[in-house]
């Protein structure tokens, strides 16, 4: 199989973005919503300012927000991606698009409807990530769904080229068995952080169990 797309999500300081730019992500997400993994726009901007030219693309996550607020805060941020992890409805997708330089990805929780859901969207949105379903939270859970319905969610995004990365549960130790349904992208974010920071240790590990798993499946 090829190498999957990899996006480390949740960064949240100049340290998780010094930590990530070194890795061989090729998305760095930043949630611009309620949640302890919470960035600021203003910040996020400096950061990146400092850090210098990324050889990244960069994600914004957004839940619930005014488009008019996303609009001017990928405006001000480079963002490349606008994740849309709420509510939102295919006009909301329709207006960032025709509005901004960004791709528009839609989150669905894994559940009995979301094929269809994910269908729903397809002709509007460019990507999709499949996030574990868990009352109260919208993402960042630490928990894996059933890996075994990769497949349909694949099958149902490759028809019409859509972008797709799985989440919920990602982590160095179970990263094998994820990788076993091929998924075309991987999104993350407890799954490499010690006590709340990126880690460094934990990303070069999870990195070098997906490339050997990739060598060895080829």
Request: net charge neutral; charged share 25%.
């Amino acid at each position: 199989m090829n190498k999957p797309s990899l996006k480390y999500c949740g960064i949240h300081s100049f340290e998780d973005l010094k930590t990530t730019a070194g890795s061989k992500a090729d998305y760095l997400g930043f949630i611009f919503a309620k949640s302890k993994r919470a960035a600021d726009p203003s910040d996020v901007k400096s950061w990146c300012r400092q850090i210098g030219p990324l050889a990244k693309k960069l994600v914004g996550v957004f839940v619930n927000e005014d488009t008019g607020r996303i609009i001017e805060i990928a405006g001000a941020v480079p963002l490349d991606v606008i994740q849309l992890h709420g509510d939102e409805s295919i006009e909301d997708i329709i207006r960032l698009k025709t509005t901004t330089h960004c791709e528009v990805w839609k989150a669905l929780h894994h559940g009995s409807g979301t094929v269809e859901k994910l269908k729903a969207f397809i002709p509007y949105a460019d990507g999709f990530v499949i996030d574990s379903s868990v009352k109260g939270m919208r993402g960042g859970t630490g928990i894996s769904f059933s890996w075994e319905s990769v497949p349909m969610y694949i099958e149902a995004a490759a028809k019409d080229g859509k972008r797709l990365f799985i989440a919920g549960g990602v982590n160095p130790d179970s990263i094998g068995a994820l990788l076993d349904q091929k998924p075309p992208g991987i999104d993350l974010a407890s799954g490499i952080e010690e006590k709340g920071q990126k880690s460094e240790k934990l990303i070069n590990l999870l990195e070098e169990r997906m490339f050997n798993h990739v060598f060895i499946s080829e």
